[in-house]
């Protein structure tokens, strides 16, 4: 038999449970699931490992083009390989994808530049849903929406919201919809200016959990009326989900994306750690019993996805300036892949889940499914060696990203990506890329072939 490799002796993982067999690899997909191990065949080796899907991660910022200095693609998706994310979809706010030929010239500037396979979406601009339809022809992945004025791009009130969602709802399309409300966080930000506040804390009252909890719900609301088809992005508390949850309940396309930060870090951080802990919404959690329930909600589906929310800075760019002034945003592509598999050790999740909620389920609502975020014949053999016993602590000086430092420094993990396969090729080993650049463009789920 003329076959590439096989994946020998490992568990494999699906959302359906876990089995022993091995994969059998052709052409950059998957040709066979089998208990035999053909003659003639290179042989990996997977004894004591699990063996899942690549993970699929649809909500990176790598800056690139627009302020590579922050991050761009050769580093940030380094960074996702050598973690296990073998797909992304990047939206870049420095400069935002508008129109078809952004999108073609955004394509056509990032050959040769991406480790993994990638997908770009577009951002919806408010008075522009006249664009929808080209861009979702075009390839666009999705459409990143803001409810309120954030990185430069501005925010829609509802009737935008409505207009571009009814346009989505005519081709298509699906929508990323960044919720907090402009006038509530308008509001607080004057009143905080007024007083002379400029602590760390003011990231709390000025990205308040009203403005959140409003934007989510008036969104939640607008999407099922419209017939569109959305995910609500980087959900950071019960109270939203719950919002979300009861407009799906009465038919909404809506789904629930969520981000580590909203698990595992506390709201009173910010206090000590200042810009470090600068990103919006901003966490949430205040007890053990938020993390829990934020747990939870992950493993029944309420929260359908995760994410990283990439938007990485360095820490001289965190640093330069005050809690008004820093950027947004975290690093995640080098952590999240880890504390998932490590949430899996501590029984907060199943490793099922891991497969469900970070290459499943979001292949599956932005169009990348079933070539991606399965292992199954016919997908594309993007593959993860996990030996889930190995511990390790996450620190600054391991960070692939352009960032060079993560929030999670110094946490100890249960869990590691010891081999990462895009269509079948070696791109990262043990912590390090082996295969650079390798990675193609993905056209979004409407793109039509000229």
């Known amino acids: 038999m003329d076959n590439d490799l096989i994946i020998a002796g490992g568990t494999l993982v699906s959302p359906q449970g876990k089995r022993r067999g091995n994969v059998l690899i052709r052409d950059g997909q998957v040709s066979a699931i089998t208990q035999a191990v053909p003659p003639d065949v290179q042989v990996i080796d997977a004894t004591g490992l699990f063996v899942m899907p690549g993970a699929v991660d649809t909500h990176v910022h790598l800056m690139d083009p627009g302020s590579p200095e922050r991050e761009d693609f050769p580093t940030g998706t380094s960074a996702a390989a050598v973690s296990g994310v073998t797909t992304i979809i990047e939206h870049s706010h420095g400069r935002p994808v508008r129109t078809t030929a952004d999108l073609n010239e955004k394509r ?40 309120c004025t954030t990185h ?57 959990r009203d403005a959140e909890i409003v934007a989510a719900a008036v969104a939640a609301i607008l999407v099922r009326r419209t017939s569109a088809r959305a995910s609500v992005a980087h959900v950071s508390n019960p109270e939203v989900a719950a919002y979300i949850a009861a407009e799906r309940a009465r038919g909404a396309l809506l789904f629930a994306e969520s981000c580590p930060q909203y698990f595992l870090l506390r709201e009173d951080e910010v206090h000590h750690q200042g810009p470090l802990r600068k990103f919006t919404p901003p966490a949430r959690a205040r007890t053990s019993d938020d993390e829990a329930q934020m747990w939870r909600l992950l493993r029944e589906g309420t929260l359908t996805h995760m994410s990283t929310d990439h938007a990485p800075s360095t820490l001289e760019q965190k640093r330069d300036g005050d809690i008004w002034n820093v950027h947004f945003g975290l690093p995640g592509l080098d952590s999240t892949m880890s504390l998932l598999l490590d949430a899996a050790a501590r029984d907060q999740l199943a490793y099922e889940d891991v497969v469900r909620v970070y290459c499943e389920k979001p292949a599956q609502i932005y169009g990348l499914w079933p070539r991606k975020g399965r292992l199954a014949v016919g997908a594309d053999a993007d593959i993860l060696l996990v030996d889930p016993t ?34 079948g090729q070696l791109i990262a080993e043990e912590g390090k890329p082996v295969n650079d650049r390798v990675g193609r463009f993905l056209p979004g789920a409407g793109a039509v072939e000229a």
């Not at 396979?117 to 929808?132: C, I, K, M, N, Q």
């Not at 430092?405 to 895009?422: A, I, K, N, S």
């Open 108 to 147: 056509h500037y990032l050959v040769g530049r991406s480790s993994v396979d990638f997908g770009l979406a577009a951002h919806a601009w408010p008075g522009s849903s006249s664009d929808v339809a080209d861009l979702w022809i075009a390839g666009a992945a999705f459409f990143k929406v803001f409810t």
């Open 152 to 208: 430069g791009v501005p925010g829609h009130n509802p009737a935008a919201l409505k207009a571009h969602l009814e346009a989505t709802a005519l081709s298509g399309a699906v929508s990323l919809i960044h919720c907090e409300d402009e006038s509530l966080t308008a509001e607080a930000e004057s009143l905080l200016r007024e007083d002379g506040r400029d602590d760390n804390a003011i990231l709390i009252d000025w990205r308040n």
């Open 390 to 423: 190995a511990k390790r602590t996450l620190r600054n000086d391991d960070v692939l990203s352009k960032a060079g430092w993560t929030p999670y420094d110094g946490r100890e993990v249960q869990g590691r990506v010891v081999q990462t396969f895009l269509r």
